[in-house]
């Protein structure tokens, strides 16, 4: 009799899946934006558009570049939709981007647009400092990026393995194109992130390990991004966030069209559609994203972005620079300062 | 003529079998080698050059190779004598903790990692546990470094020695043993002249995976290693950094080193018949009578299991608790079953599970056919063909999973037919043909290792009596290999279920697998969801453990 239990319970899970698939046109979409804001405009967009079956894979906005060239041959996405501008630069010069100006590309600022119409910034994403409130009270929590090396946070900073994060090499080149403009070469930006790496903890491999370690108090300050937190803050987390006083490395969420996508019209559409101001504040209510276009009126806005928006204080580095140099100083810094850093002198 | 062609053919066979094996496992990594070299545009050894320039990169070659001699050792250590004890003494529960035992293997992928954390962690519960009953202020212990590395490795790895053993337990002849005991051996002496050389094939087979398993393992050094690099956290870092060139090096140097440890132990265990021995009836186990040996062995049984089970119970409890209520309690102030219902009510997210099972046995019926296969076509050719065939059935074992996932992806993304190449990427059958690949070592050497242990003149004899080369197989091979051919399957089964390395590379809309989802959910920092997810692998890989035991036990 035993035997039959994996049995029924593959009839079973047959019988609830079947159905899935059904004749309206799909929108297959690769992103890293995570199923919270995947689903809501997936819902939004077909109750429009009840032709389309809008279909997306979920992934790291690495793993989306890697897997978008590999599959170059034989395209499977037609939307690449979200990651930050640089790995954007990257696909478009490896000609994984097909052009198409969607027509609310004039309200994005130029240099958030991407070469022939290639990928468009829709989103902002704002690199944060992060603090456990359950263990540090707001007064103490760090103000500045500069705070950090404070001797109150040695080895209670926890970083975002950088390798693998777009955040964290936006906040390190961040760090090194600073060093590069005010002396000319990334000597003082490296010395910078080994008091940093000196008072790291660990370098947590994913964000949800980031996130549990924060919470349960093993680590209680780190550097991340505005949107999760927010998700986070609305789930019960003890997790808060501050603005950099110095200024926030604002980081351009594209999106674009992949070359030889199977429903182009299709997913044309949808790239009009996402970037439409009703399905900007309807992201912005719902899943904490602040949009990039600059024609966004208040009443379009939550609270919460409004406030965000006037707290934000976007620091202007130089793109090119970091674009050039971000894989050289992340293998240096690999090699020569993760885990190697000196401790501040106290 | 007739002479000529019993000779002639199963050489042929074996040589259409290795060409085919060569050309959907050699051939992708072929690809791969040779980009390492410039790609013939122009041939270069300048990557080379800069890999030996650099004192790292061999700290971290020389760690793998350390790190993966020691935790074949630790893991033998362990799973040795456990099979042993759960193959030879008869004890109230023994055959539901026996399989039980073997679900470390079981622990799915990155959520068992979290489930690590929960328990050994600095704030987990082990280690409170531990430092409240030692007064410490701090943590008794940091997961991390090497030992944390082989603690995990031991903790997961030696479930192949231990399910390889009691195969190869199961299989002997308890004869042999009768006799050696009648002759006045020792019960050590015999252990040790006796029953441990017949277990020959089968410990060189659970080395050869536990090693090859080792070297190829990701995530362990990656989360508990810190700066402890060894050579899969360096392709990675030098992947995601886009120095491509740089990752293919020192793949291939990792490939280098693991085809070197093939080599070696083909040394050590040159997989000579030594184990001709006629079956007869497997040794009967210890019955424990005496009560307090009975309950004693019972309760070391039970407790052993439950310390082996801890990580499982963690992701069950984990996958019951809200987001963010757990912080720093001992244990979790609020438990509800919220993930679970959004499991089930959600058609889409139960089609991961389809995916990952109707995958998994595709694969584990392939890798099963192909591996009895060559393993029978190379003893029977022997030679060097035969041992082509060999290193061919273990060679996905000894890459990286990720390595071996790109080398597919690479070769079967263009259709160049006439170069055997094809266009599969994209496609809903490579994920399933990669877990076979990837899993053809492990049904592989089972069948080597269960058709070593078997006395050629059985085939003999059945020949002479004039059954066929199939009625042979079918009536007289298959039925005596069965116990390690189920053990195989059931490895292969659940490592293709669980699989995370190959499954990111290779997977597409319709084929995404469980732990692809496990992965979204705890991108979203949904641990709960994740955790359920995990549950349910377990569960099914715990199913097919149960098959598995009964087929274990019907022989």
Known sequence: MGKWVPVGFLVWLLGAVAGCDDGRTQVVIYSPHGRDLLELLEKAYEEQHPEIDVRYLDMGSQEVYDRVRSESANPQADLWFGGPDTIFSRGAQEGLLASYRPSWADSVPQASQGPNDLYFGLYLACPILVYNSAAVSDEAA????EDLLDPAWNQKVLIRDPLASGTMRTVFGMVLARSVAETGDEGQGFDWLRRLDAQTKEYTLNPALLFEKLTRQEGLVSIWELTDILLLERRNSPLRYRFATSGTPVIDDSIGLVTGARNEAAAKDFLEWVGSTDALSLVAREAFRLPARTDMVAEQLPDWAQKVLTALKPLHLDQGL?????????ETWDREVRGKGTAPAN | MSFRGRVTRPRLAAAGLALGLGWLVGYPLLITATEAFGGGAPWTLDHFKAFAERGDEWTALGRSLWISAASVVLSALVGVPLGFFFERTEFPGRRLLGGLVALPVALPPLVGVIAFLFLYGESGFISRAVAAVLGLTGPPWRLAGAGAILLVHTYSMYVYFYLFTRAALARLDGSVLEAAANLGASPMRILFRVTLPLLRPALAGAALL???TSLASFSAPYIFGGNFRVMTTQIVASKLNGDLEMARVETVMLAGLALLALWGLRLL????????????????????????AKWGAAVAGWSLSLFLLLPHFTLVLVSLVPAGTWTTEALPPVL?????????SRPESLKPLLNSAWMATVATLGALFLGFLAARSSLRVKGRLGRLLESLVSLPWAIPGTVFAVALATTFSIHKPQAGRFLLIGTPWILPLAYLLRNLPLTGRAAFSGLRQLDPSLEEASASLGAGPWRTMWKIL????RPALAAGAALAFITALGDFVTSIVLYTLDTRPISIEILASLRLQDTGLAAAYGVLLMT???SAFVL???QGERV
């Open chain 1, 142 to 145: 760090p103000r500045d990026w």
């Open chain 1, 322 to 330: 970091m674009e050039e140099r971000s894989a050289q100083w992340m």
């Open chain 2, 210 to 212: 536990t090693f090859m």
């Open chain 2, 269 to 292: 265990d040159p997989g000579d018949d030594l184990a001709a021995t006629v079956r007869g009836v497997a040794p009967s186990r210890r019955q424990l009578t005496r009560p307090l």
């Open chain 2, 336 to 344: 509800f079953g919220g993930n679970y219902s959004t499991l089930f």
């Open chain 2, 478 to 481: 298959l039925p005596m290999v």
């Open chain 2, 540 to 542: 099914l890989s715990a």
């Open chain 2, 548 to 550: 598995w035991g009964r």
